[in-house]
């Protein structure tokens, strides 16, 4: 981690309660390019997450949004603007326990393991909250950056497995050998030792583009031969609001069995808030479903090994 | 075709001068109910498209909004909002031209030939200008109606191919045998001869979407064997308004040769406005483009022989 442990909240001193919108993304936007030069910026990622807090915190209201089955899910409102959904029970909305469960994520982060240790449910809650403060952020005071989110997240995920493979080199496309075309992911690893690289589709929910990381998957087979390329999806959930009505979980189990089965296989899909539907034993048998806590806690490191 | 000819826009009254959305929308439900029903409602389109152009022609400018290349765009206007570009040269908005050309298309469809005649570019400025007078209404007063525009252009594109494959079935989906899964597309004609069924994924424009029917495409091939069925790609145009500046055709000639080369083949991909960049040499030595109108003056018979 590049930030110095502890302290993240208080050394941001006061202006961030309130600090408005402008503050928090050009923030973003210099975060971007540090991630763009290849750096891993996990420090200026959380001092985001906390700016984001806690405007939310003082200029908006937290309110019940409605349930998917067992799920509580909330929303940050404004008079006229509602955020979207966000799972109650992964949500660290106290900027000052945020910034704990910040710390201990800093200690127990171990390279050499290619793990973020055994507190799979800790890391998740985490990551969700940083991802989900900054969204929620766009959503009631920038609607128009649509894209942000996205990129805040994937900056995340590449920074998180940054650190965690110090000795992988991140990239953006793969270039397809005799021929001016490449494949535009949003994350590659390349491998440093013997096996496959690894390829990273960042998407904060699916719907029908869940289609192209299987149609990159079955390119990348194709051109460069199986086992050269893996897979793994990072997605943040699936859930939306619902008109008034509350909130739904849109779910396409069908089509991905189909891709899977017929266009090309993903190694994984991570989500940090998975849909219930996707936990179930017919979409787990045809290929496997993390949390992305338990992915960075257990099985980075094997797909790694 | 179903509707007598001559005389669609007197038949229609004084009624459609100034029609109200409304009544554009309730004549395309009830064209969508026949249409999903199984027949193929050309006569309702067309008289669909009167009561759209006598709209905008009564109610909206017809505007110049920029060039591409040698291609002149118009955009029809209302004091706050701007309909899509529409290709000068391809656009018949005078309702009693437009009528002419319908009632000689209806004279020259032959569907022992499986063909639209050999005007080809006639057949191309009435299909063109049938698709953009409904979405152009949409544009300037429905503009929640995001996705009538591209379920007309299904509606033309599925009722003219039935009007000239008329032995031939046509569905939506594809079954996957031995499973609950199935390829949904947009339109499937089967084959009633030896030979392969027709796919047609109608979208009208494409960018990152374009990866769909190369996956479909490639899971057909994968269940059913290479030949079973073959896809052609149905789009209007890559044309879009470019802020203030004018227009801009968004290409991606590098996705569709790399797509074409390693994730599946299409048949054809057929516009009936083809950005100039996909008819050099480089993408049509990959795979056949055309224009709407040649490929139903020529290509369909051959292709479906």
Redesign the interface.
Known sequence: MEAEPGNLYASLGKEVSGADMQLIQDAFKQLKGRYDAGSSPLGGIGQITLMCLAKLNSESQLLECGNAGHKQYLSYQLPTEASRPILSSEFLSDPAVYERAWNALTERMDPTQRSLGSDSEATNRLLYTTVMAFACCVDLWQRRSRKTPGTFFEILVGSVLGQLLPDWRRSKHIG?PD?????STDIVFGNPHRGPDLVCPVKITTR??I??P??HQ??LD??FGWGTYRSVLFCVSEMQLDGKKGVKEICVP??I???QQ??ASLAAICYLDPPARYLENDVRDTLPVHSMGSFLSEVLWDMTD
């Open positions: 397809i021929s001016a075309e490449r494949v029908e583009r289609v192209q299987y149609a079955r390119i194709a051109v069908g089509t069995k189909l891709f017929h266009l």
